[in-house]
């Protein structure tokens, strides 16, 4: 059974730091693109960061740039998202996605995935 797990989520003061992983289990994930995104009750489902199946594509949201960073470990099977300078309107429940990729691909399109984990909740308040 293909499973995407996330983890690293938790409370951070604005200005804060964390580390999201998004573990699979049952399929290897060097073979899919992923992607990261994050959901408010409410409102729409927001594209943060996605990499390419080989890490040589990687894209961020205008307001992720230069905060965020996307990375993966083929050797653990995982893929992280580090964020740095958290700000209180980030807010949310962090999700990763899975798509099998035949190229080198890197969707920011919530649509375009497969296999999404349950979420982990990020609170970022002082």
């Known amino acids: 059974q293909l499973q995407l797990v996330e983890s690293g989520g938790g409370l951070v003061q604005p200005g804060g730091s964390l580390r999201l992983s998004c573990a699979a289990s049952?399929?290897?994930?060097?073979?899919?693109?992923i992607g990261w995104f994050r959901q408010v009750p409410g409102k729409e489902r927001e594209g943060v960061s996605c990499?390419?199946?080989?890490?040589?594509?990687?894209k961020y949201s205008v307001t992720a740039r230069g905060r965020f960073t996307i990375s993966r470990d083929s050797s653990k099977n995982t893929v992280y998202l580090q964020m740095d300078s958290l700000k209180h309107d980030e807010t949310a429940v962090y999700h990763c996605?899975?798509?099998?990729?035949?190229?080198?691909?890197?969707?920011?399109?919530?649509?375009?995935?497969?296999?999404w984990g349950q979420g982990t909740q990020v609170t970022v308040s002082s």
């Open positions: 996605a899975a798509v099998k990729a035949d190229g080198e691909i890197a969707p920011m399109q919530s649509e375009a995935y497969e296999y």
């Open positions: 049952g399929f290897t994930l060097d073979y899919y693109a």
């Open positions: 990499i390419s199946s080989s890490g040589v594509i990687t």
